[in-house]
């Protein structure tokens, strides 16, 4: 079975512009999850997402939001981009949401540099 | 509200020696799970094990072990006879069963084996 796969690994912008993550989950998945990892602040999360709907929000400003194709494949955007937004971006894949008996996987992440 | 915490910043051993990784957690709800994921350089986080609030038994998986001790609100990790290849940043992590899949970590213990 194939893992959690984020598109891109990798990206640079500049300040002020936006971007969009992608993250495709393990087959038959349908709650998806987003997680920044910075050195100062480790690893927060961002939102969830299930069976197309925002299911839970962490602390984090407006210009990050997200959503979540019928596939269960999710996108995150920031937009107006802030040097503070460098960091790596997680996506994790869960059966359903919550709940004792699955597991919550990892993708690679998207390391995001802001110039 | 729910915090992880993980005093050892950084622990370096030596190959084969044993070393323990502890974590201390709050919640305020009586269900919820507690989680330990382990970050290799490539960045991904690999799932190692969860454990339920109303399931108190340690548990052993080859070399490693956990202890989980509700009445000092503690998860602790420790692995035996160490490996390089177990050099590596290891969070714990809380999930609440009112908070679906959202995971909070702590801040991680970077574990370096030298050989």
């Known amino acids: 079975k194939a893992g959690v796969t984020q598109t891109p690994r990798y990206l640079i912008k500049t300040r002020g512009q936006q971007v969009t993550l992608s993250c495709s989950p393990i087959s038959g998945h349908r709650s998806v999850s987003w997680y920044q990892q910075t050195p100062g602040q480790g690893l927060q999360f961002l939102f969830e997402y299930f069976s197309e709907t925002q299911r839970n929000k962490g602390n984090f400003p407006g210009r990050f939001s997200g959503r979540q194709f019928s596939n269960s494949r999710s996108e995150m955007n920031v937009s107006t981009l802030e040097l503070g937004d460098s960091a790596l971006y997680l996506c994790a894949s869960r059966f359903t949401s919550g709940g004792p008996n699955n597991e919550q996987f990892f993708g690679p992440g998207t390391r995001l540099t802001v110039l | ?115």
Do not use: H
């Not at chain 2, 035996?80 to 999930?95: K, M, P, R």
């Open chain 2, 1 to 115: 509200a729910q915090k992880v915490t993980q005093a050892q910043t950084e622990i370096s051993v030596v190959e084969k020696e044993d070393v323990t990784l502890d974590c201390v957690y709050e919640t305020r709800d009586t269900t919820y799970y507690l989680f330990w994921y382990k970050q290799p350089p490539s960045g991904e986080l690999v799932f190692l094990i969860r454990r339920n609030s109303f399931d108190e038994q340690n548990e052993i998986s080859g070399r490693y072990s956990w202890n989980f001790q509700k009445s000092t609100s503690s998860f602790n990790f420790t692995i035996t006879a160490s490996q390089v290849v177990d050099s590596a940043v290891y969070f714990c992590a809380l999930s609440e069963e009112t908070s679906g899949s959202r995971l909070t970590f702590g801040e991680g213990t970077q574990l370096t084996v030298n050989p």
